[in-house]
């Protein structure tokens, strides 16, 4: 594990410290090094990215402030259990967001490399079966819709909403039964918007999300222990 944090640590740009520090822990959190309700280890950590205490703490405060981690008074740090609610309310938000990065596209033809190498990728994943990969590219996909609004500011705030799903599919026990479905249906909001129908590529996804999200709640209640806490 602490192998793949140095690995990631190598891959982050050095913006603050802190900020830096907050990047590795938030990379590792969203590919599943540290699973939801884990404790954090601050000595191993500040060991391996060679950061201070006090750094990492606020490294720990940044993921606080971004709903990844939850600290528990004299026990620690603990990667975050989401509850029911938090994720219909990640679903709201995306509704808002993508559906408006849709609509709101001007005359095409359109800029879908990304949405073109994410399909790509999920395809050829879904194929080997690497499930957990076909997740992967299943949030580039939603990130490239999202960058199409070309809105730094919104393509922060869906890094962050994707950072909190991650934490949902960490816990699901088959990811093949929740992503497959998906991957044609990625195709499919893909194929329309090559065809120049934005509007139509929004219907789709108002109907992807509200299958997804059910899907999601049915499999995710009664999975996790006390809302929020590390088990």
Same mark, same amino acid.
């Given at each position: 594990?602490?192998?793949?944090?140095?690995?990631?640590?190598?891959?982050?740009?050095?913006?603050?410290?802190?900020?830096?520090?907050?990047?590795?822990?938030?990379?590792?959190?969203?590919?599943?090094?540290?699973?939801?309700?884990?404790?954090?280890?601050?000595?191993?950590?500040?060991?391996?990215?060679?950061? !201070?205490?006090? =750094?990492?703490?606020?490294?720990?405060?940044? %993921?606080?402030?971004? /709903? *990844? #981690?939850? @600290?528990?008074?004299?026990?620690?740090?603990?990667?975050?259990?989401?509850?029911?609610?938090?994720?219909?309310?990640?679903?709201?938000?995306?509704?808002?967001?993508?559906?408006?990065?849709?609509?709101?596209?001007?005359?095409?033809?359109?800029?879908?490399?990304?949405?073109?190498?994410?399909?790509?990728?999920?395809?050829?994943?879904?194929?080997?079966?690497?499930?957990?990969?076909?997740?992967?590219?299943?949030?580039?996909?939603?990130?490239?819709?999202?960058?199409?609004?070309? !809105?730094?500011? =919104?393509?922060?705030?869906?890094?962050?909403? %994707?950072?909190?799903? /991650? *934490? #949902?599919? @960490?816990?699901?026990?088959?990811?093949?039964?929740?992503?497959?479905?998906?991957?044609?249906?990625?195709?499919?909001?893909?194929?329309?918007?090559?065809?120049?129908?934005?509007?139509?590529?929004?219907?789709?996804?108002?109907?992807?999300?509200?299958?997804?999200?059910?899907?999601?709640?049915?499999?995710?209640?009664?999975?996790?222990?006390?809302?929020?806490?590390?088990?």
């Amino acid at each position: 594990m602490l192998d793949r944090l140095r690995e990631a640590s190598s891959r982050q740009e050095r913006t603050s410290v802190a900020e830096w520090a907050a990047g590795v822990l938030r990379d590792g959190i969203t590919e599943g090094l540290f699973p939801p309700g884990e404790r954090l280890p601050e000595d191993a950590l500040g060991g391996v990215m060679k950061v !201070s205490r006090n =750094t990492l703490r606020e490294a720990f405060r940044l %993921l606080t402030h971004e /709903r *990844l #981690v939850v @600290h528990e008074l004299n026990r620690g740090v603990f990667v975050r259990v989401l509850e029911t609610e938090d994720l219909r309310d990640i679903y709201r938000v995306r509704r808002l967001i993508e559906g408006a990065a849709l609509r709101s596209l001007g005359e095409p033809p359109y800029p879908l490399e990304a949405l073109e190498q994410a399909v790509a990728e999920g395809r050829k994943a879904a194929q080997e079966g690497r499930w957990r990969d076909v997740g992967t590219a299943n949030i580039g996909f939603h990130k490239a819709i999202v960058a199409l609004a070309g !809105s730094p500011r =919104t393509d922060e705030l869906m890094r962050s909403i %994707l950072a909190e799903l /991650r *934490l #949902v599919f @960490h816990v699901m026990a088959d990811p093949r039964a929740f992503h497959e479905p998906y991957v044609d249906r990625n195709q499919e909001i893909l194929r329309t918007l090559q065809a120049d129908d934005a509007a139509g590529a929004a219907r789709l996804l108002a109907a992807y999300l509200d299958d997804s999200e059910r899907q999601l709640v049915q499999r995710y209640a009664g999975r996790t222990g006390a809302p929020g806490s590390p088990g």
